[in-house]
Structure formats: structure tokens, C-alpha cells
């Protein structure tokens, strides 16, 4: 079985963008494995914990990415409160996309399409995390 090492985000600005993704996840910054790392601080790669070690870390590496309009793997977001989260998260520097809502069997879900400051699509949805 495979397991997620890490989520890698193509940036133009890693420092920036690990901000952002910092605040809006309540995650530490942490040093580089040795072979990320060398023996000075490196602007092109910032490294993102949990500090509960539940979710994989989130790498953000300086490269060229391709389009921020089709991307097939985005984060989903799970709050109790997504109005006060969206807002939190707008405050941080995201820009809101749409909401949507769709139904499913008996229940309907509602969730808010965001980028972040670089443009990276993700959701917040009406969820308690797991």
C-alpha cells in the first residue's frame, strides 16, 4: 500500500505561498530532509507540517506551473463554520470563486471555490475535519 509523502506546490514564490497555507492551516514550518536542504536557508523551498502529524506535509518548491484554470488535484477543506472560514481565509489573501451546492441521496452539500494568492484552486465545504 502507498501513502502520501508529502503534497508538493509549484510556486513563484514559496515563501509567500507557504505563508498564506500556514496561517490558513494552523501549520509549522519546519527544516528540509537533508536531501532538500543545504547548509544554508534555501528561499526555494519552504516545508509545512502538522503539528498533530495527521496530514502529510506541504512542500512549496520555486518551478514553473502550468495552468491554475484546470487543476486536477486541489485541497478540500473541512470546517464547521465555512462563512467565518471563507472570510478568515479571504483576510489571508484568497480570493473567493463561487459556492456551489449539490445534492446527494438526502443530504445537500455546499461548498466554496477559492484560489489562493498564487491562484491555486481549492475548497472549503461544511464538514467537522475527521
Same mark, same amino acid.
Not at 514559496?14 to 498564506?20: K, Q
Given at each position: 500500500?502507498?501513502?502520501?509523502?508529502?503534497?508538493?506546490?509549484? +510556486?513563484?514564490? %514559496?515563501?509567500?505561498?507557504?505563508?498564506?497555507? =500556514?496561517?490558513?492551516?494552523?501549520?509549522?514550518?519546519? %527544516?528540509?530532509?537533508?536531501?532538500?536542504?543545504?547548509?544554508?536557508?534555501?528561499?526555494?523551498?519552504?516545508?509545512?507540517?502538522?503539528?498533530?502529524?495527521?496530514?502529510?506535509?506541504?512542500?512549496?518548491?520555486?518551478? %514553473?506551473?502550468?495552468?491554475?484554470?484546470?487543476?486536477?488535484?486541489?485541497?478540500?477543506?473541512?470546517?464547521?463554520?465555512?462563512?467565518?472560514?471563507?472570510?478568515?481565509?479571504?483576510?489571508?489573501?484568497?480570493?473567493?470563486?463561487?459556492?456551489?451546492?449539490?445534492?446527494?441521496?438526502?443530504?445537500?452539500?455546499?461548498?466554496?471555490?477559492?484560489?489562493?494568492? =498564487?491562484?491555486?484552486?481549492? +475548497?472549503? +465545504?461544511?464538514?467537522?475535519?475527521?
Amino acid at each position: 500500500m502507498a501513502s502520501i509523502e508529502k503534497i508538493t506546490y509549484a +510556486c513563484n514564490s %514559496p515563501d509567500r505561498l507557504a505563508t498564506f497555507w =500556514e496561517q490558513a492551516l494552523e501549520r509549522d514550518r519546519v %527544516p528540509l530532509p537533508s536531501e532538500l536542504a543545504d547548509e544554508t536557508d534555501d528561499p526555494d523551498h519552504v516545508l509545512l507540517a502538522d503539528p498533530d502529524g495527521r496530514s502529510p506535509p506541504l512542500l512549496f518548491k520555486r518551478l %514553473p506551473k502550468g495552468s491554475t484554470e484546470d487543476i486536477p488535484i486541489h485541497l478540500d477543506l473541512a470546517t464547521k463554520e465555512r462563512a467565518a472560514t471563507v472570510e478568515r481565509l479571504e483576510d489571508l489573501g484568497a480570493s473567493t470563486v463561487e459556492t456551489k451546492r449539490e445534492r446527494f441521496h438526502e443530504r445537500t452539500e455546499e461548498w466554496t471555490v477559492m484560489k489562493d494568492p =498564487e491562484g491555486n484552486g481549492f +475548497c472549503v +465545504c461544511d464538514r467537522a475535519s475527521r
